[in-house]
């Protein structure tokens, strides 16, 4: 939210100044008239009795101009400002700051972690002392650091801004989980690398030993062929993690590391060291993430030493891990170039935005046969009828009518999974709503002859018949081996692209359905699987947890209708 606040990504005129102020608590001390100003806002020293100091943060956050009205926004308050201007603050200068004051205290006393048995001021230098002066370089620096990165393309800002906030969570959980903090540190330069490294993938950076097996399989087809699968398989594979991650805070590392930066530091690591220690340290990241594997313990018994031998190995401690990564990002965020106007869509991006779908009453009506258009209108009318049969108050389904004639006249146009969607959806709408229309001796008559030319394209066994089926709980026709194969068709496919998904109820509906023609065959114990299925499916009705207690002590016949909905009030449109 920093860089949309400057204005810097306006397309139009400035519409609102908002002057917001907050307070960080830090262990950085300023000097009593000092005043740090950037173009992502400004902090002042502030006289504080006891405990962490404090600083007033304040900001003129820019607003937009846009037309008054319903969904315009004329503030987006102090909250996330603040926290990513302390995150900025506490990475550019090796501080902790934070506007929650029991977070800054906690960090910065002497308290123990419950796993780690170490306070954070044992493991890394200044971070957690209680207060760390301010001097003129740093605030030059800071300024300095600061302004660029609100000048940088919106693309790079999201990126680095991510890493910052990985960075900064990551010397924060030193007070409680050295395993997490290390892995979160790894990730902060991994995901730069990531997005900006700018890496091509070869096939000589894929997993060797998968490599090997593939080219043995490819062995003697023709080169065409064997060039496309290789190039498909890269398309879909992260390769080189750790080379990537390698390279790329080398490529980062400046002259000053090992140089000025190295003056304060207890044993640097040598140049020549880091690639070992670099892939040591990724290794480490890999092991936890994966495993939950702790870190060798020589590298948290190392009290502020940069590194420490593993093994003939070198391995980055957390402080030379800290030291390494802060100084990474640091070079690529100045090496970036400034756009000092980038007019951008911001939208989604401002605090407490999200993109939700749509309640199906504002769309499921609009007639629309695009591509797709079948699967998500039975959907929504599902989610519609879902909330009738199970009593919520002011339910309805929404008059689908006018779709459901146009759909008449367009059926052959469509494409087989939206046909079978939309005749679906026909065929449940008006068995529901039969009663509406019952007055309406035309459309009754004209809904019967449309069903009975076009049902057989559903009435054959397929996963729209089975759905059919489970709605209108009509007993099924097919043999019981073609029911328990569109059963799990359905279950398998439900959650790909163009598949329907019903409701949960309807779901543990068609597995009751299953399951009683089970119990008919003299299965007992495949129908009890069943209705645990269904009760797992749907943990949360009681009824139906309470039928599977009953059949357990008492088999008897598996009605989905009385189970699942018991009472049912009339359906309206």
């Known amino acids: 939210m920093l860089q949309i606040s400057t204005g810097k990504l306006f397309s139009r005129d400035i519409g609102y100044r908002n002057n917001l102020k907050g307070i960080i608590y830090t262990n950085l001390r300023l000097f009593r008239d000092d005043k740090i100003q950037t173009k992502a806002g400004s902090i002042f020293f502030v006289e504080n009795a006891s405990g962490p100091n404090t600083v007033i943060y304040e900001i003129e956050e820019l607003m937009e101009g846009s037309e008054i009205g319903a969904g315009s926004v004329i503030s987006n308050g102090i909250s996330s400002l603040i926290l990513d201007f302390a995150a900025i603050l506490s990475f550019a200068l090796n501080c902790t700051a934070s506007p929650s004051h029991s977070l800054t205290e906690r960090l910065l006393s002497d308290q123990q972690g419950v796993s780690t048995h170490r306070s954070p001021n044992k493991m890394i230098k200044t971070v957690f002392d209680k207060n760390i002066l301010c001097h003129e370089e740093n605030k030059k620096f800071f300024i300095n650091f600061t302004n ?108 000053s590391y090992f140089r000025d930066e190295a003056d304060s530091a207890l044993n640097p690591i040598a140049k020549l060291d880091l690639p070992t220690a670099l892939s040591n340290a990724y290794q480490a990241r890999s092991k936890y993430v994966h495993n939950l594997k702790k870190l060798p313990k020589m590298l948290t018994l190392a009290e502020y030493s940069e590194f420490c031998v593993i093994e003939d190995k070198k391995w980055l401690t957390l402080q030379g891990l800290s030291r390494l990564a802060r100084h990474v990002i640091i070079e690529f965020v100045m090496k970036q170039k400034i756009i000092e106007k980038e007019p951008y869509n911001y939208s989604l991006e401002r605090t407490n935005i999200f993109q939700v779908h749509l309640a199906p009453q504002y769309w499921i009506a609009v007639p629309d046969f695009s591509e797709g258009a079948g699967v998500q209108k039975l959907e929504g009318f599902f989610s519609q009828l879902k909330e009738c049969l199970t009593n919520v108050p002011n339910a309805s389904v929404t008059d689908l009518t006018s779709v459901l004639d146009e759909f008449e006249l367009k059926i052959d146009t469509l494409k087989q999974a939206d046909k079978n969607a939309f005749l679906t959806l026909y065929i449940i709408y008006y068995a529901y709503l039969n009663k509406t229309y019952e007055n309406s001796v035309d459309r009754i008559k004209k809904v019967r002859r449309f069903i009975k030319k076009h049902e057989v394209k559903i009435s054959n066994p397929c996963v729209e018949g089975l759905i059919v089926n489970t709605l209108l709980t009509h007993p099924i026709k097919w043999d019981i081996e073609a029911h328990d194969k569109y059963f799990k068709q359905y279950f398998r496919d439900r959650d790909k692209k163009s598949k329907i998904r019903c409701p949960d109820i309807f779901e543990s509906g068609m597995i009751l359905q299953l399951a009683e023609r089970y119990r008919e065959n003299g299965n007992e114990i495949k129908a009890l699987e069943l209705i645990e299925m269904a009760v797992e499916n749907l943990p949360s009705h009681k009824g139906l947890r309470n039928f599977e207690k009953e059949y357990k002590e008492m088999p008897r016949a598996i009605d989905s209708k009385e189970i699942l909905f018991p009472e049912i009030e009339e359906i309206t449109a």
Request: glycine letters at 4%; proline letters at 0%.
């Open 148 to 255: 660029h990165l609100i000048g940088l393309e919106r693309k790079t800002y999201l990126g680095v801004m991510s890493s910052i906030r990985t960075y900064v969570t990551g010397i924060h959980r030193i007070a409680d989980d050295f395993e997490l903090a290390y892995t979160l540190l790894v990730a902060s330069i991994e995901s730069l690398a990531q997005n900006f490294d700018g890496h091509q993938s070869t096939w000589e950076d894929y997993d060797q030993n998968k490599k090997k097996i593939i080219d043995e399989a490819l062995n003697g087809c023709e080169t065409d062929i064997a060039l496309k699968v290789r190039e498909a398989i890269l398309s879909i594979e992260h390769t080189s993690l750790r080379k990537r991650f390698q390279a790329f805070a080398l490529e980062h590392i400046s002259q």
